[in-house]
């Protein structure tokens, strides 16, 4: 069991460029989250899947923030045209379907825009 | 809306002593989950511990344990015998059942002294 992984664990871009953030989550894991975390803060809650479905989406997710896991293992999560207030600490969690969905974070994706 | 609250955003400890991290929440649920979770500087969140709110008796993990009063809506964690090590952001979370929406608290950041 080698954890959740994030990458990049660090990004740095331009106002208006997009960046795309990847996570592998713990094998077998079939749930799937992803959350933002700013500096002082804790996380909140993004967008999470089960499997390949996108179940629930926050409001804090705008269009400019699109999810995927296409095959129901690992997940993207792009940010297009990024924005300063972007800036923040990306972190992608996984947890079993059964298991008092307990979920297991990455390391997470540092994401600087300047 | 869930809401968790905690009200101590630093705390200090000596070595070896005992502290308590107080947490509330804000819910209209009578089931769901608590956890709280630890997040090293510079490395990735690892759950401590975690709480049905349907089990009366408070959770414990080693030097970890829990106060959990339902009917006040508070989710304490009490941490015995400092060490070093457990120099951290604690963030208090709360979730639903059968939604994976969890909300965090602000965070305490706790300092053990030598």
């Known amino acids: 069991d080698t954890g959740v992984s994030q990458d990049p664990r660090h990004k740095i871009t331009k106002r208006g460029q997009n960046v795309t953030f990847r996570c592998d989550p713990i094998s077998e894991h079939n749930r799937l989250y992803w959350y933002r975390q700013t500096l002082g803060q804790g996380p909140e809650f993004l967008t999470y899947?089960?499997?390949?479905?996108?179940?629930?989406k926050s409001r804090l997710l705008s269009d400019r923030f699109s999810a995927e896991r296409p095959k129901g293992s690992f997940s993207t999560l792009e940010i297009q045209r990024t924005e300063q207030g972007d800036s923040a600490m990306y972190l992608c969690?996984?947890?079993?379907?059964?298991?008092?969905?307990?979920?297991?974070f990455g390391p997470g994706t540092r994401l600087l825009v300047l | 809306a869930q809401t968790v609250t905690q009200s101590q955003p630093e705390m200090s400890v000596q070595e070896a002593e005992t502290v308590t991290l107080s947490c509330t929440y804000d819910t209209s649920e009578s089931n769901y989950y608590l956890f709280w979770y630890k997040q090293p500087p510079s490395r990735q969140m690892i759950l401590v511990i975690r709480q049905e709110a349907y089990k009366q008796q408070n959770a414990t993990e080693n030097r970890f344990s829990v106060n959990f009063q339902k009917a006040a809506k508070s989710f304490s964690l009490k941490i015995s015998d400092s060490q070093l090590g457990d120099t951290a952001m604690y963030f208090c979370a709360f979730m639903r059942i059968n939604n994976n929406d969890m909300r965090f608290g602000a965070g305490t950041r706790l300092t053990v002294k030598p």
């Open positions: 969690a996984s947890s079993v379907v059964g298991e008092g969905e307990t979920q297991y």
């Open positions: 899947f089960q499997n390949e479905a996108q179940l629930e």
